[in-house]
């Protein structure tokens, strides 16, 4: 399956629950190469109670975990194996930077493009944008196990 999925697609592929589903819709797929996804950032968020009260800003290591969740959903894409009731487990991240803040209001915009897949083990380079601009890269490598 490639193109676009919607919300209810994508929870049939992941096993992650609000609060912490942090997909909510991909935008575009080339099983086996690369995968753009969204995630709309809302003021609603629990977590911007407590991150920086009156400056909320979205936690870095969510957005980690954003691409992550994009990384999981462009193998399961890629591999016929992984369909709905796989888990994906993050077991690397590398070269994570930082370069601007995200926060209620903006689309954090998330490209994962793979590396390499050997066995169970993908690699990815993954970038997330806000109005074209990069806030947050890193190279991340999730296990996948079939359902």
Not at 133 to 147: H, K, Q, R, T, W
């Given at each position: 399956m490639a193109g676009q999925l919607d919300i209810s697609q994508i929870q049939q592929l992941?096993?992650?629950?609000?609060?912490?589903?942090?997909?909510?819709?991909?935008?575009?797929?080339?099983?086996?190469?690369?995968?753009?996804?969204?995630?709309?950032?809302?003021?609603?968020?629990?977590f911007f109670q407590g991150h920086f009260p009156g400056n909320p800003i979205f936690p870095g290591v969510l957005m980690l975990e954003a691409l992550a969740q994009t990384t999981a959903l462009l193998t399961s894409q890629s591999d016929d194996k992984y369909g709905p009731g796989s888990v994906y487990y993050l077991v690397g991240i590398d070269k994570a930077r930082f370069?601007?803040?995200v926060g209620p209001g903006d689309q954090l915009i998330m490209e994962a493009t793979v590396i390499k897949a050997r066995r169970n083990i993908w690699t990815f380079e993954c970038r997330g944008e806000v109005d074209g601009?990069?806030?947050?890269?890193?190279?991340?490598?999730?296990?996948?196990?079939?359902?």
């Open positions: 992941l096993p992650h629950r609000y609060p912490f589903l942090l997909v909510d819709k991909v935008i575009e797929c080339v099983p086996k190469e690369r995968l753009l996804a969204c995630k709309n950032v809302t003021f609603n968020e629990p370069k601007k803040q601009e990069l806030a947050v890269s890193a190279n991340i490598m999730c296990a996948a196990e079939a359902g």
